[in-house]
């Protein structure tokens, strides 16, 4: 058989990536490492295995396997960096959590230290308080945190310490307490002293010893009350004193003590009157012994007497003092009585020598004595005594009648006295309205022995006695008088709106009345008087003028005067008729002939004043004492001059006319015109 020789032609094989895997290689280095080294190196080998089973052609086999070569240096350079980054962080994850419990082991530690130290300042402080439970509790809870720390374990220990001081202090004070109750005060001592030796700063102790104290002090008060109760019983009156005020000393707010030793010092009182009583009766001093008596009897015999026949303790000393009394008392009443028949007969006596005075003091004696027997006499009716009741009750019906006879007696002697006075004041008030003619003062004197002659007429009066009416109506008479001589007349407009006992005429003056002041004007006259009342002046006497120049309106112008010869012309008028009148002369001066001057003029002499067109009103005075008179006008003194005689009558005329004949337009106002003794208000 014919070997047939062929050729076998191959195909070509295809190119790999080796390019590629070499650029993925060498990227893998540059960036995107965990991206390009796993694909360099996967597609490197891959591609290598691919060249040996001659699917690929090998040309490429170098740069394959330099991309291969260098895809897995940088894969296990990524997975080397993986690894040792994986063991930083465990590494750093397991620092991270030691120190996280390291710190929450230092919380941990200092929460616990802080919760310690509050149980322990807690404890403290509750042992500081003596609240032994709380500071028990909150200490256990500070050592079971730190068992071992020293300072809660010496506060355990100091609280325990304290519990068994205080369990030893409180069974003290309940036994001292139980002695208390059962008052066994000793023991209850003995308790509380143990107790104060364990704790005597402890409140409970103080308190304790107080209530021992004050039930001692009830005991002691107790007993003195007891003793003085049983003193006074007996009649034993200093020895019950001292110990009800020993008691008081004790507790001095409380009432028995001082209600009995009030009572106590009224008895002894009550016996030290009825000693000094009875010596004082035995000197036949009988005015004394009835007040030395007199407290025995409101004790023992009066009203007082009620308050002890109430407590059964005063009844044996109330008793004997009654019965060393009584008697006295019956004593002093007779002598009183006969005292008061003596003074009966002084007054007697002394009334028909008109001696009044004395016969109404002698009466008021002798009533006043008879009264304090029958007021003895009757105390002593309920009591036993020597005399017999009968003869009691008959001496105080007869002392009852003769009061009442003495009482009669006294009333006419009073009447006859008050007559008798109010006469001799009428004399005496008439030899003072004498001596006034010289010396004004005087006229006091007189008034005040008029006024009391009247006064004790008028008391005389309301005993219905005629004589005294007539008296009383001289007396009321002879105050007038007086009353006119001391001010004989006083005109003030501004206190009334008309003139009485004054002499003027109406068409030549007119009152003028407003809210604010009243005054009398004159009109359009050429002379216009007002005369006063005809009075008898006192010897010293104060004259006083208020007035004014008014215009028709009755406005001010008091600066006008000048113009007006003898605008106002005052004159007072002597009793006498060989007596020249005093005349004082306001107006223009005659003298001056260049010039109109206001002046005023006493008699011969002229003082030179222009008035005071200031003021609402011109204010002048003349003053007397002892014959010299002084004339002020505005309170300035303008003259001093003698002045003898008396006087009756005071004459204001005002001349309206001015000088040269011309009609008047400036009037006169008078606002007040007084007379007064000197020294009268």
Same mark, same amino acid.
């Given at each position: 058989m014919q070997q047939e020789n062929t050729?076998?032609?191959?195909?070509?094989?295809?190119?790999?990536?080796?390019?590629? @895997? =070499?650029? !993925?290689? @060498? =990227?893998? !280095?540059?960036f995107c490492a965990p991206i390009f080294g796993p694909l360099a190196w996967i597609m490197g080998a891959s591609e290598l295995r691919a060249i040996r089973n001659r699917k690929i052609n090998e040309n490429g086999r170098g740069i394959t396997l330099a991309g291969t070569t260098l895809g897995i240096i940088s894969s296990v350079l990524i997975l080397a960096g993986l690894v040792i980054w994986f063991s930083l962080f465990l590494i750093a994850a397991a620092a991270t959590n030691l120190r996280i419990q390291r710190q929450q082991e230092v919380q941990e530690q200092l929460a616990r230290s802080e919760e310690f130290q509050v149980h322990l300042e807690r404890g403290e402080q509750a042992l500081a308080n003596g609240n032994f439970k709380e500071a028990e509790i909150a200490l256990s809870k500070a050592i079971r945190l730190f068992p071992d720390n020293v300072r809660a374990k010496a506060n355990m220990a100091s609280l325990k310490t304290r519990l068994e001081t205080k369990r030893q202090l409180d069974a003290a004070l309940q036994e001292a307490a139980q002695a208390l109750a059962a008052k066994d005060l000793p023991q209850a001592r003995q308790k509380l002293a143990a107790a104060t030796n364990i704790q005597a700063?402890?409140?409970?102790?103080?308190?304790?010893?107080?209530?021992?104290?004050?039930?001692?002090?009830?005991?002691?008060?107790?007993?003195?009350?007891?003793?003085?109760?049983r003193a006074l019983g007996k009649a034993e009156l200093p020895k019950a004193l001292g110990h009800f005020q020993n008691a008081k000393s004790i507790r001095p707010d409380r009432a028995k003590p001082q209600e009995t030793i009030a009572a106590i010092q009224a008895l002894q009182s009550a016996r030290t009157s009825l000693n000094a009583a009875m010596a004082s009766l035995d000197q036949k001093q009988i005015p004394q012994a009835h007040g030395q008596a007199k407290t025995t009897r409101d004790i023992v015999l009066g009203e007082s007497r009620k308050k002890f026949d109430d407590d059964k303790r005063y009844a044996v000393a109330l008793n004997k003092l009654t019965e060393d009394a009584a008697p006295i008392l019956w004593q002093i009443a007779k002598e009183l009585h006969q005292l008061g028949e003596t003074r009966k007969g002084k007054a007697q006596a002394a009334t028909k020598k008109n001696e009044h005075s004395v016969a109404v003091a002698e009466y008021d004696g002798a009533r006043q004595a008879l009264t304090q027997a029958k007021d003895f006499v009757q105390a002593i009716t309920s009591f036993a005594a020597k005399e017999t009741v009968d003869e009691i009750k008959k001496r105080a019906m007869v002392l009852g009648v003769e009061i009442a006879v003495l009482s009669s007696l006294k009333e006419k002697a009073t009447v006859l006295d008050l007559r008798q006075k109010g006469d001799d004041l009428l004399k005496e008030g008439s030899v003072q309205l004498t001596l006034a003619k010289k010396d004004s003062s005087h006229l006091r004197k007189a008034a005040s022995a008029f006024a009391n002659a009247q006064k004790s007429f008028d008391a005389a009066r309301q005993f219905k006695d005629t004589d005294a009416e007539t008296g009383f109506e001289k007396a009321q008479d002879a105050c007038a008088q007086v009353a006119k001589l001391i001010r004989p007349f006083h005109l003030d407009f501004t206190e009334q709106k008309e003139l009485t006992r004054w002499t003027f005429a109406k068409n030549e003056w007119v009152l003028h009345f407003s809210n604010e002041q009243n005054w009398m004007q004159g009109v359009n006259v050429a002379t216009a008087p007002v005369l006063s009342p005809i009075v008898e002046f006192p010897v010293d006497f104060d004259l006083a003028l208020r007035f004014a120049?008014?215009?028709?309106?009755?406005?001010?112008?008091?600066d006008s005067w000048k113009h007006f010869p003898e605008f106002l012309t005052l004159t007072i008028t002597p009793k006498g008729k060989d007596s020249a009148p005093l005349s004082i002369v306001l107006g223009n001066d005659p003298t001056s002939k260049l010039q109109d001057i206001a002046h005023i003029a006493v008699g011969a002499k002229r003082f030179a004043f222009a008035g005071d067109k200031k003021a609402g009103w011109i204010s002048l005075g003349l003053v007397r004492r002892q014959g010299t008179a002084t004339l002020t006008v505005q309170e300035k003194e303008i003259s001093t001059f003698a002045v003898a005689g008396d006087f009756q009558q005071l004459a204001l005329r005002v001349k309206n006319a001015r000088a040269g004949g011309l009609q008047p337009n400036t009037f006169l106002a008078i606002y007040a015109v007084s007379l007064k003794m000197h020294g009268d208000k």
């Open positions: 050729i076998e032609v191959s195909r070509p094989l295809p190119e790999g990536n080796g390019g590629m @895997i =070499l650029v !993925f290689g @060498i =990227l893998s !280095f540059l700063a402890d409140v409970r102790v103080i308190a304790m010893g107080k209530q021992l104290r004050d039930a001692e002090d009830e005991a002691v008060f107790a007993k003195n009350v007891e003793d003085g109760d120049m008014v215009d028709a309106n009755g406005n001010s112008q008091n």
